[in-house]
């Protein structure tokens, strides 16, 4: 991984470069598109009542701030997320 470290908010935080980056560039990439799908996915998954905490910290806070166990959470939340 390019994070530098196994942790959520590492990971949160290149996805954000990541996002930006095919922003810029104009990235037709249908997994960027769908993956602003996946915040309002999450707080749903959870029974939030709404995203507007961000899918990191949705994740963490349902982990209890456990940024190793958030992290492997995401991977499986993800591939859910794109089962559907």
Do not use: V
Request: hydrophobic residues 40%.
């Amino acid at each position: 991984m390019y994070t530098g470290d196994w942790t959520i908010t590492s990971l949160a935080a290149f996805m954000n470069g990541f996002g930006l980056a095919t922003s810029i560039n104009n990235s037709n990439d249908n997994d960027t598109f769908r993956f602003n799908e996946f915040p309002d996915w999450i707080a749903k998954y959870f029974g939030w009542f709404e995203s507007t905490a961000g899918w990191k910290n949705i994740i963490l806070k349902e982990c209890n701030g456990d940024e190793r166990k958030a992290l492997d959470r995401f991977f499986e939340l993800y591939g859910q997320f794109k089962k559907r």
